[in-house]
């Protein structure tokens, strides 16, 4: 399979702390991307990094990736309980015409 | 933004039945969609690429006489779940990207859930 691994699978977290998760993948990539899916709904897009980057922000949220240890990690800062959702990255390899394969997801709870 | 939509959001068959499952991109031309599958507390996994005019490619595993793809516009592509059985039953998505070259972003529907009793 060419699933990437997300770690933690899950991970639970209060109100105000940060979170990390992290994403390993396999082939050359275009770009990575992270998405947010709140339970039973479609998916939002949070932050696309190319691969030629290595750090990328978005208000609360910052990525990194690198590319010779094939990984990548989001934090979200000061953390809120809106912020309760499954996280998964989704890589785009080169030569496939834009598909994305999406890693295995981190369930990410914020207590209040 | 670029919005997509899918009808319907759920839908419930009888086994033996065929399901049809509508992605529309409403405010974009999108010359590819992708259809992905999500099992329940598991990742996406896509099941096969659309091209409008062309026909779907699917990726291995996926039986294309089973789920059959449909792209006949810019801004439609459709899924049919044909002889559905239980083991169907999923939380089905679509995605839609845009034609401009070097685009790389998909934007996703809010996905349909198919229950098969």
């Known amino acids: 399979s060419q699933q990437g691994e997300e770690d933690p699978q899950a991970l639970s977290i209060q109100e105000g702390e940060n979170a990390t998760m992290n994403c390993s993948y396999k082939?050359?990539?275009?770009?990575l991307q992270w998405y947010r899916q709140n339970s039973g709904r479609g998916l939002v897009h949070l932050i696309l990094?190319?691969?030629?980057?290595r750090e990328k922000h978005s208000g609360r949220l910052r990525v990194t990736l690198d590319t010779s240890k094939k990984s990548s990690s989001l934090l979200i800062t000061a953390s809120r309980a809106a912020d309760t959702a499954s996280y998964f990255c989704a890589t785009d390899a080169t030569g496939t015409a834009s598909k994305l394969t999406f890693g295995t997801g981190t369930r990410l709870q914020v207590t209040l | 933004g670029a919005v997509v939509s899918q009808h319907p959001s759920w839908v419930i068959c009888k086994s033996g039945t065929s399901v049809k499952i509508e992605c529309r991109s409403l405010?974009?031309?999108?010359?590819?969609m992708f259809w992905y599958r999500q099992f329940p507390k598991q990742s996406l996994m896509l099941m096969a690429t659309s091209n409008e005019g062309s026909k779907a490619t699917y990726e291995q595993g996926v039986e294309k006489d089973k789920f059959l793809i449909n792209h006949a516009s810019l801004t439609l592509s459709t899924l049919t779940v044909t002889s559905a059985h239980p083991e169907d039953s999923s939380f089905y998505i679509c995605?839609?990207?845009?034609?401009?070259?070097?685009?790389?972003?998909?934007?996703f529907g809010p996905g349909t859930r198919l229950t098969v009793t």
């Open positions: 082939t050359s990539i275009n770009n």
């Open positions: 995605s839609a990207k845009g034609g401009a070259s070097g685009s790389y972003e998909q934007y």
């Open positions: 405010d974009f031309q999108a010359t590819t």
């Open positions: 990094i190319r691969s030629n980057e």
